[in-house]
């Protein structure tokens, strides 16, 4: 497992930058030698399974949890021993933690004491422009809906100007519909603003959705760190690969001919195979050929056992001939359905798309 990542030096192209951080909770180690640079403007999701050290991970940042060892630096600055209200960063938690007996106004500006009054009523303003809620600012929070107090929330974050937006779990407490719109209106403000963000997320379309660049945690470790689309294409580990998409896996050797076995099936890698290499082989369901028009390498005859229909697209499950009692799955268009009745189908697994594990 990667534990720590190289990470760039503080300097002006880095933001927040975290340097072989860890954080313990009695025996339990919750944050293992986690490095991390996030660079101005950008931002970065923090995904991965219940438990695996994510909130931890932003709550030390915040400097609401005391990391054991390890650094910190927002804009260059080092402020691991400094007291949350001296480290320049705004947050959102899950559940908004909005005062009830404030209202709107109230709670956007409640970060702005010791400015003039004329001030904060101007800032106030921006910021319920800024999130679309011009008009509700006597409004108490049990008088909104989960979005609007998100959106209160967020102005809240926002309003003293911080250089850092710190967000944990954001939308989790919203239905499915409201989430996604919400998502799309954060990421065009974030965009707008230019403010560096970190999002705290378990759920992987609305980090696949937002972020410029995903960590991907497990078990206090970051296990890679890259764009969507890289962690999506080009999984480094097996638990990234089943974390992140679907995916189908396949037991081989070296067959001393250069190509992999599996079982009886012999294919062919895209790097060639060493003559005692074993190891699984990894297949995203959409890489998958169906009954190919043109002759594709590693084909071979299967059976269709199962069709699920997801609108513009059909999930198929299906065993090789050659490989019975092995269950893999392929996603295709309705269109590359073979005719009704037909059970038998040639499937092709593409050299490309096969990415070998250890
Ligand atoms: N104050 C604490 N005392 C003891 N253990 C803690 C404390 N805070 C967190 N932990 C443990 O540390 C681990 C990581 O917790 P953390 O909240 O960071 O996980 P997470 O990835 O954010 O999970 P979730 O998505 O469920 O919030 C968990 O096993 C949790 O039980």
């Known amino acids: 497992m990667l534990c720590s990542l190289p990470t760039a030096e503080a300097s002006p192209s880095v933001q927040v930058r975290i340097a072989d951080l860890q954080k313990s909770f009695g025996a339990f180690k919750a944050l293992d030698h986690v490095s991390l640079a996030v660079s101005p403007g950008e931002l970065v999701c923090l995904l991965g399974p219940s438990g695996c050290g994510k909130t931890t991970l932003l709550r030390c940042i915040a400097g609401l949890e005391r990391q054991n060892r390890g650094t910190i630096y927002l804009g260059g600055r080092d402020v691991s021993n400094l007291p949350p209200q001296a480290r320049d960063y705004g947050i959102v938690f899950?559940?908004?933690?909005?005062?009830?007996?404030?209202?709107?106004?109230?709670?956007?500006?409640y970060g702005l004491t010791g400015s003039a009054r004329d001030i904060v009523r101007q800032r106030v303003g921006d910021m319920l422009e800024?999130?679309?809620?011009?008009?509700?600012?006597?409004?108490?929070?049990?008088?909104?809906?989960?979005?609007?107090?998100?959106r209160v929330a967020l102005a809240r974050a926002l309003a003293p100007a911080p250089?850092?937006?710190?967000?944990?779990?954001?939308?989790?407490?919203?239905?499915?519909?409201?989430?996604?719109?919400?998502?799309?209106?954060?990421?065009?403000?974030?965009?707008?603003?230019?403010?560096?963000?970190?999002?705290?997320?378990h759920n992987q379309e609305e980090a696949m959705l937002m972020a410029d660049r995903i960590a991907v945690m497990n078990q206090g470790c970051i296990e890679q760190y890259a764009s969507p689309q890289s962690i999506y294409e080009h999984p480094q580990t097996p638990f990234v690969a089943n974390f992140v998409g679907q995916g189908n896996w396949l037991s081989f050797e070296g067959n001393g001919s250069g190509h992999a076995q599996v079982g009886a099936l012999q294919l062919r890698l895209a790097g060639g195979v060493a003559p005692r290499a074993a190891g699984r082989l990894f297949c995203r369901p959409e890489a998958i050929c169906v009954n190919p028009l043109q002759g594709e390498e590693n084909l071979f005859a299967a059976q269709m056992r199962e069709v699920t229909f997801l609108g513009n697209r059909c999930r198929v499950s299906f065993e090789f001939d050659a490989l019975p009692g092995q269950s893999l799955t392929a996603e295709i268009s309705a269109s590359q359905l073979p005719s009704s009745g037909t059970r038998n189908i040639r499937v092709a697994l593409p050299p490309s798309s096969l990415q070998v594990f250890a």
């Open 163 to 201: 250089s850092l937006l710190l967000l944990d779990e954001p939308m989790s407490a919203l239905d499915a519909q409201v989430r996604e719109h919400l998502c799309m209106e954060l990421r065009s403000l974030q965009q707008r603003l230019g403010i560096t963000t970190l999002m705290v997320t």
């Open 94 to 109: 899950q559940s908004y933690a909005l005062f009830p007996n404030l209202n709107v106004e109230q709670n956007i500006g």
């Open 130 to 150: 800024l999130v679309g809620l011009t008009g509700s600012e006597k409004k108490y929070p049990g008088q909104l809906s989960g979005g609007q107090q998100q």
